[in-house]
């Protein structure tokens, strides 16, 4: 049992602040790798919670890997999210107040591999990303759609 779950048997569904982390990964073509959960079928990064004691840069690999078979090398900070947006509600009634950690990874390795949190994956141009996001991830690709403009601009 993981922390979550630990805390969960204890509260229930009861709103509790969680830590996690989360990473950009763009193909050759700069798209971004997107994922589709498998509870509620929306559209969001690799990533998850922080576990106590663990780095959060530790997290965004570990949680990488897990979920995409990817080994992510040269992480810069995207940024640190947090606020009203990241509340989340999950199907199973769990409510969570976010503050999430986004990196960006310079270099990836292995082959997609998704485990049992994800039905499907996808690199997706800015003009095409879906609108069904997972909705705490919202602000964040609000975030990276807004720097790949700028950067187009330059």
């Known amino acids: 049992m993981n922390h979550i779950e630990e805390l969960r048997a204890l509260i229930g569904h009861r709103p509790i ?7 950009l990964i763009q193909d050759h073509h ?15 990064l690799p990533g998850g919670a ?10 965004a690999r570990r949680e990488t890997l897990e979920e995409t078979g990817l080994e992510v090398h040269d992480l810069d ?18 409510q969570v107040y976010n503050v ?3 990196y960006q990874a310079r270099e990836v390795a292995g ?3 998704l ?17 069904v996001i997972s909705p705490p991830l919202i602000p964040i690709i609000r975030e ?4 790949q403009a700028a950067s187009a601009r330059i």
Do not use: C, K
């Open 50 to 59: 922080v576990e106590p004691g663990e780095e959060v840069e530790q997290a």
């Open 30 to 44: 700069r798209r971004l790798l997107l994922l589709q959960r498998s509870d509620s079928h929306a559209w969001g």
């Open 111 to 113: 082959d997609i591999r």
């Open 115 to 131: 485990n049992e949190e994800h039905t499907a994956w996808q690199y997706f141009t800015v003009a095409d990303i879906p609108t």
């Open 144 to 147: 990276y759609v807004s720097r």
């Open 77 to 94: 900070l995207f940024g640190v999210f947090s606020g009203p947006e990241l509340f989340y509600e999950y199907p199973n009634g769990d």
């Open 17 to 23: 602040l969680m830590v996690g982390a989360a990473v």
């Open 100 to 102: 999430t950690i986004i």
